[in-house]
């Protein structure tokens, strides 16, 4: 849906370009390459079988006392699907996911002092980087994407309201936002994020609707039954 959305023409809002990456000649490059950083599973420190099937789901490595890293088969197919990463302190600095079970990086999430700052993300079957979100204090600010896999940033997402970004475009290739190619993604799509839909209001039962209306059923399936001449008999 959302590559239907982008050919729409919502007007042109100034896209500010994203900072960060490598520019040349007024294009965006970034790195597209997956590194996986190694955790030694097979010299864990701890090991855990989680679901009893006598073999290790959970990897822990340590680094004297401290958690260094921790391996994670999710789904109990023998693959790991999720590997974090802890700084000196203790405090998480990197996360990995494997999210279609096929052995390969799918996201790399990277943490300062604990706090979320980036997430890089392989989102086609292309097995590189193609989105890369960036966090302000946790919260999502903005984005990158190479929507065409040359490893050149066509797409900028602005998120000046929660779950709703601006996305500005690149359709002549020259590495730059295009007027005219902005598209506000909720209002184009009527998306409205959960967090601003609020809680519905509490409503009474409407007893002017027939549908509403108690119906006395006690004796009804014995009236039913009568025969259309009967009479009750007399006492």
């Not at 079957?125 to 190479?146: H, I, V």
């Not at 500005?168 to 998306?191: I, L, Q, W």
Request: glycine share 10%.
């Amino acid at each position: 849906m959302l590559a239907g959305v982008l050919l729409l023409a919502a007007g042109c809002s100034g896209a500010s370009a994203a900072s960060g990456g490598a520019a040349a000649g007024g294009m965006t490059r970034r790195d597209t390459t997956i590194t996986h950083e190694a955790c030694d599973t097979a010299g864990a420190s701890e090991k855990i079988d989680a679901n009893n099937d006598g073999r290790p789901d959970i990897f822990i490595v340590r680094k004297g006392s401290a958690e260094a890293c921790r391996a994670i088969d999710l789904n109990f197919d023998g693959v790991i699907d999720s590997f974090s990463y802890n700084d000196a302190a203790g405090r998480l600095r990197r996360r990995e996911y494997d999210y279609d079970r096929d052995g390969q990086i799918d996201e790399i999430a990277t943490y300062q002092a604990g706090v979320l700052t980036e997430k890089d993300q392989a989102t086609s079957m292309a097995r590189k980087l193609d989105t890369w979100d960036f966090y302000q204090a946790g919260a999502l600010a903005r984005s990158e994407r190479d929507s065409n896999g040359d490893g050149v940033i066509d797409q900028w997402w602005e998120y000046t309201q929660p779950g709703c970004p601006m996305i500005h475009s690149d359709v002549n290739n020259d590495g730059k936002p295009d007027p005219g190619a902005t598209v506000d993604y909720c209002k184009e799509t009527g998306y409205v994020p959960p967090e601003r839909q609020g809680p519905a209001a509490p409503q009474s039962p409407d007893f002017a609707k027939a549908t509403s209306t108690p119906t006395e059923l006690e004796n009804k399936a014995a009236d039913e039954a009568k025969p259309a001449d009967s009479k009750e008999p007399k006492k």
